[in-house]
C-alpha cells in the first residue's frame, strides 16, 4: 500500500467525520512522523507494514468515535501545535475568534491578561505568542490541565505566561486590563454532548447550570472586581446565547457590550468594557 492508498481508506471514517480525509492524513502523519506536505511530495512511496498496521488501528478507533487529538496527542491551535489530552477541552477554530477579538482591543502594552479554565492553554499561550509586552496568566481547576498547559509553555518556549491551579478568580491576585474565557457553556440537556468529540471530553469543561449561562454570569459578576477601569472581559459562548451574555454584561453595568461572529457566522464571543473601575 503507498501512501496515496492508505489516504483513500478515510472513505471508512465518512460516517464518523465530516473531515475524513483531513483526520485520515493527521493520522498518517502521525504514523509516519512526517508533516502533511510529505504525503503530497511522497504519495507514491511504500508504507511499511508495520506502519499500515499501526495506522490502520488508529482509523479503527476514530471509526468508534476516539478524537484525533486524543489518538494523535496534538491539536493546531492559531500558529501553536499543543499537546492535548483527556483531561481537558480539544482547542476549537471558533475559540480563534476569541483570540482574534482580544489581539484587537489591546495593542502591545504591559498589559496583564487573565485567562479563566484555560485547559490546555490554547487561548493563554496563542495571547502571550502574539503579544510579548502582556504577562497572560491562565488558570484551571483541574491540576492536569494545569501541568499540561504549563508543558505546552515550556516546550513552545514561551516567556510571558504562567499557569495557576484554581477556580476561576481564587488564585489571582491584583487587578488585569483583560479577562478571557472560554468557560463551559452547554445545557447539560444538550443532545449535541451524546454526538462526535465531545463525548470524549471532560463534561466539567462543557457543560454549565442555567442553561449554559451559569459560570458565564459567575464570572462575569466577580470580574468587576479584578479589572482595571477601561479592561475588557471576553467570553467565548454558544452560538445561541449572544442575546442572553450581551443582556447580562450591561446589566453587571459593562459598557461597549458587542457581540462577534465566528468564521461559520455564528454569534461566538461577546464582550464587554468595565469603566466604573
Ligand atoms: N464549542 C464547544 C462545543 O460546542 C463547547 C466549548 C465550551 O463549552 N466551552 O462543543
Redesign the pocket.
Known sequence: MNIEQAVALHERLQGVSDSSRLDAELLLCHVLQRPRSYLFTWSDREVSEPDQRAYEQLLTRRLKGEPVAHLIGSQAFWTLDLEVTADT?IP?P?TETLVEVALDKLANGPYRVADLGTGTGAIALALASERLGWQVVGCDRVDAAVVLAERNRQRLEIRNADFVQGSWFEPLVGRFDMIVS?????DPQDP?LQQGD?RFEPLS??IADKQGMADIEKIASDAREYLNRGGWLLF?H?YDQGQRVRALLEQLGYDDVATIQDLGDRDRVTLGCWVRG
Not at 472560554?182 to 452547554?186: E, T
Open positions: 477541552l476549537r471558533e472560554n468557560p463551559p457553556y452547554i449535541h465531545v469543561a462543557l467565548e454558544g
